[in-house]
């Protein structure tokens, strides 16, 4: 096993009974979270970090679940010994949402009332929802601060209500390739993979699983859809630019051609509606559309931020257009108007918002660096 | 630690809020972290830079100072620094006003062009000079604005900037009297206490 991997890990599962009432109003009268962990506890209890996913994320970010596995958590890069979160030296917590589809309770789950699958009848979620059952998660593993909340895209948001919400539990607040609130353009990419999934004749209403049917296709294409906005034009024109697959473009044949990149997310779409949960996709887009950081703070981010009490990093990628650049640099202006201890960066790379998962080198060691900061607590 | 950057910590009341334009690696910050604990806030752009000053555990943005630097509200530092970046910026007189716009107060530091090496250099060779404390060729060098000790008073006085203070340093350690009598001939770097 590679010396910079965390190794064979194993989700645990955390029960809770106690009532939760949402932002919708409605009661989860119990749930579970499941999640795994990477690192040790101190005897203190001062070096753990909570990692919150993203769109389509879950709780295995780092490690494998058997010696036979191809690939490594989603986060392998970030999260490991010698890496920017490192686990010599951190206790690294990632579960699923809630709400989520890879074990925690949500829309695949059953529903105590019915004894059938939620499905579309699982409360809607916001953000804060996760961060208040995330904070029953850190009760539940004996965390009064987490040393660091971290997040990437829709993780990053969570990461800064936690810091709106729970101010005195946590000392850094590390948000990357994320934003306040989504654009107009963000709400409309999540609507067309929201109506792919919902026009899908097997998606019956959001009662697949009762009906037996699954709306593979449509979830397929939501997934194509966002894919191609989490790329960037350039890291699409490295990766297959106008090769062809199969066919030729040749004149005088009717024989048509295919593109790499049709395959590629052909396959990217059928991988991703396999493992994925329909209902739960819908819910996740539902929760990034409607968070909006400072709405409650008469839309002023700058007095939003004057609840937080932690020190921030922000990161964006230079050839993101779904987060952009400029969505960070909002954050960082908020911060710096509310007299918050904020550093920024912003770093150059090719892979538009997927960047924010791959191993680039600039991006690995001021993130390093930060998180030495917050290791030392300084 | 350059000479210029310690004779500047005495200006800095303790525990006050000080943002650094370009930065750098940090060193300075820092010094004045542990020494004076202030709350500093660094600006830079280069990659490297930034990430070595965060390793020194400082509050870095990555932000070009000569794009502005709206995103500042007015008077929320007390003092706001820019050590040897005034000849590198493209409008020095904007910067020194947003300087004061933001900060209470303000301190800079610049190589004295009209130092008498360089005089010397450019009056026997005739052609811009190079050395150690400015080492880069005409055509590829980060300082676009080179001015003098006259120069940077002159605007100062245009503009109704006030110099509260002013240290010459010469090119020696010891006591810079000739730099203190005639700045303009003997200043190797030029510093400034300024406000409005």
């Known amino acids: 096993m590679n010396p910079a991997s965390v190794g064979i890990v194993a989700p645990q599962r955390a029960q809770f009974t106690e009532p939760l009432t949402l932002a919708c109003g409605r009661v989860l009268e119990d749930y579970e979270l499941v999640y795994e962990t990477y690192g040790q506890l101190n005897a203190r209890h001062s070096n753990a970090v909570l990692v919150c996913h993203a769109l389509s994320g879950h709780h295995h970010a780092a490690g494998y679940h058997s010696a036979e596995d191809r690939k490594p958590g989603w986060w392998d890069e970030c999260i490991g010994p010698g890496k920017p979160i490192d686990t010599n030296h951190f206790f690294v917590v990632s579960l699923n949402n809630l709400g989520g589809c890879h074990g925690s309770t949500g829309p695949v789950t059953l529903n105590p009332e019915t004894g059938q699958p939620w499905g579309p009848d ?118 297959f630019g106008r090769d062809l697959r199969s066919g030729s473009l040749e004149l005088g044949g009717e024989e048509g051609a295919e593109f790499q990149v049709q395959s ?11 493992s994925f949960d329909a209902n739960t996709y ?14 409650e ?22 050839t993101d257009w779904r987060f952009s650049p400029r969505r960070s640099r909002e954050i960082v202006d908020a911060l710096i108007a ?41 | ?17 000080v943002l650094d334009l370009g930065c750098g690696n940090g060193e300075f910050l820092q010094l004045l972290q542990q020494e004076r604990e202030v709350r500093g806030l660094g600006l830079e752009i280069d990659p490297d830079k930034i990430t070595a000053a965060v390793a020194r555990g400082l509050n870095i943005v990555e932000q070009d100072m000569d794009a502005g630097m709206d995103n500042f509200p007015d008077q929320s530092f007390d003092t706001v620094v820019m050590a040897h970046a005034l000849q590198a910026v493209h409008y020095p007189d904007r910067v020194l006003d947003e300087m004061l716009r933001i900060g209470r107060q303000g301190i800079v530091t610049f190589p004295n062009f009209a130092h008498w090496s360089c005089r010397l250099y450019l009056g026997t060779r005739g052609r ?29 006085e245009e503009r109704g900037i006030r110099i509260l203070a002013r240290d010459m340093v010469g090119n020696t350690e010891r006591k810079p009297l000739l730099a203190s009598a005639w700045p303009n001939l003997f200043a190797v770097t030029a510093i400034y206490l300024i406000s409005h």
């Open chain 1, 122 to 239: 699982f409360p809607s979620l916001r953000v804060r929802d996760w961060v208040h059952s995330q904070a029953r998660l850190a009760d539940y593993l004996g965390i009064e601060c987490w040393a660091a909340v971290i997040g990437g895209s829709l993780g990053g948001m969570q990461a800064m209500r936690w810091a709106l919400l729970y101010p005195q539990r946590l000392r850094h607040c590390v948000v990357i390739a994320s934003a306040m609130r989504l654009s107009a353009q963000n709400i409309a990419f999540n609507e067309i993979a929201r109506q792919a999934i919902q026009s899908d004749p097997g998606y019956a209403g959001g009662h697949y699983l009762a009906h037996n049917t699954l709306p593979a296709q449509g979830l397929a294409l939501a997934r194509m859809v966002g894919h191609i906005t989490y790329l960037s034009d350039g890291a699409m024109a490295n990766k």
């Open chain 1, 264 to 274: 590629y997310l052909r396959y990217q779409g059928s991988q991703f509606s396999g």
């Open chain 1, 282 to 295: 819908i819910l996740m887009t539902r929760a990034l559309d409607y968070f909006d950081l400072a709405r």
């Open chain 1, 297 to 318: 703070f008469g839309d002023d981010p700058v007095a939003a931020f004057r609840e937080a009490r932690c020190s921030f990093l922000v990161l964006s990628f230079s």
């Open chain 1, 338 to 378: 509310a007299d918050r201890p904020v550093t920024y960066a912003e770093i150059e790379a090719d892979e538009g918002h997927d960047a924010f998962l791959m191993p680039i080198p600039r991006y690995l060691q001021l993130f390093g660096a930060y998180m030495q900061r917050v290791r030392e607590n300084r």
């Open chain 2, 1 to 17: 630690m350059r000479l210029d950057l310690t004779h500047i910590q005495r200006w800095i009341e303790p525990g006050s809020k």
């Open chain 2, 128 to 156: 811009m000079p190079v050395s150690r404390f400015m080492p880069y060729t005409w055509y590829d060098t980060p300082n676009i604005h080179f001015c003098t000790v006259q120069d940077f008073e002159a605007l100062c």
